[in-house]
């Protein structure tokens, strides 16, 4: 899973008023303004801040937290007899408790503190009661209204750093929990805002996530499933960001992976070929300079602006080529997997390091001798 949050970019909701008060005359001023706003009607904004301390900015662990995985607990169990607490997952993988160090005689389910925590994840910086006018009465068992604040911020960026936490620890059950919780609130945003390039984009990131979690699981079909939506996701959005363009070509490439193993290898050509045309489009709709370095063949084609894209772009597109390449070769297509290597091959070759990416250099001379060791692969006709 990609270890970026794709809410990174987004403004907090409290970002306006989170600056620094300089002294307490500000302060004064900033409550009497609040409380001024009050009186005359007009809604106030208070920042919201965790009392806990699980912040999508800064993080703490808290009384809610396992301290394996250090997420929040997901299908809390506690040790005995010590009675500390941790995620079912993290626990399983020892004998003795982490903390203690007591022999653990048996684990068993504290299903009232993971009551505690679901509740605390469903109200975590996600809805504000709006402001009653005192004037008006309300009529008996009249439904408040609730104001829902924009879920795919905070909330968003809360949800995934869990989920991420998590999945690094190997808790994949808990990430995809948090995830799915996390696509929910999206797609209210989007029944609610309609088919935005931000909601579209975050969408399809999480979507990836939930596919890396279900491969993780074995689940296949449903990994399949998620990367394919991501990508439906992702291409809604008409952006030049290469980060949402490289997690298109990525769930493309992870869909292809799977049909690959699968020995759908038609199936798996489909998209990596669709993960390369990304790539390569990606690259060719931006290049500004009329100075290029162009490769044509009959079944691959690469126009490329070397000297305005990093060895990490350049890089993705050989990857797909190769990954093309290779799937021509066990379909029988020998002489066009042949030429999609050797232009992979022109293509690295081609490339200079600018300084800020020296450390990219052993990726490129891997996929290098990857690529001369598949074309020495095709051994000779024998003489007649």
């Given amino acids: 899973m990609t270890p970026v949050c794709p809410f990174v970019k987004v403004a907090r909701p409290d970002e306006a008023s989170s600056k620094k008060v300089g002294d307490n005359q500000n302060k004064h001023h900033s409550g009497q303004e609040g409380k001024a706003k009050q009186e005359s009607g007009e809604s106030a904004t208070i920042s919201p801040k965790c009392p806990f301390g699980y912040d999508s900015q800064s993080f703490k662990l808290g009384p809610f937290s396992c301290m394996i995985c250090q997420a929040l607990l997901f299908e809390s169990s506690k040790c005995v007899p010590c009675s500390h607490v941790y995620c079912k997952a993290c626990i399983s993988r020892f004998k003795d408790c982490p903390l203690c160090g007591a022999d653990i005689e048996k684990i068993e389910a504290d299903t009232n503190l993971q009551t505690v925590v679901d509740r ?79 909601l579209c984009s975050q969408l399809g990131a999480v979507l990836g996530m939930m596919g890396d979690c279900c491969r993780a699981l074995g689940d296949t079909g449903a990994a399949v499933t998620y990367f394919e939506e991501s990508a439906s996701f992702l291409k809604k959005v008409q952006t030049d960001d290469l980060e949402i363009i490289h997690t298109l070509s990525v769930s493309l490439n992870k869909v292809g992976d799977l049909k690959y193993y699968d020995g759908d290898l038609q199936g798996a050509r489909s998209y990596y070929f ?37 060895i990490a772009e350049i890089l993705d597109v050989v990857v797909s080529l190769a990954k093309v390449a290779d799937v021509d070769r066990n379909i029988g297509n020998e002489d066009v997997a042949i030429d999609g290597f ?35 692969e095709k051994q000779p006709d024998p003489a007649p």
């Fill in 274 to 310: 669709q993960s390369l045309n990304v790539r390569r489009d990606a690259i060719k709709n931006t290049a500004s300079s009329p100075s290029q370095v162009l490769y044509r063949n009959t079944m691959y084609y690469c126009q490329v602006l070397v000297t305005n894209f990093t």
């Fill in 120 to 198: 605390f994840i469903e109200g975590h910086a996600r809805i504000k009661r709006s402001q009653v006018n005192k004037d008006q009465e309300e009529a008996v068992g009249e439904k408040k209204t609730v104001i829902y604040e924009d879920v795919s911020l905070e909330r968003g960026a809360f949800l995934v750093q869990q989920a991420m936490r998590a999945f690094r620890a190997h808790n994949v059950e808990s990430a995809k929990s948090r995830l799915s919780l996390c696509a929910e609130d999206i797609r209210e945003q989007l029944e609610r805002m309609g088919s935005t390039s931000e």
């Fill in 342 to 376: 050797q232009e992979a091959i022109r293509l690295l070759d081609s490339l200079t390091l600018k300084s800020e990416e020296v450390g990219l250099e052993q990726r490129r001379l891997s996929v290098l001798e990857f690529l001369k060791n598949q074309l020495a």
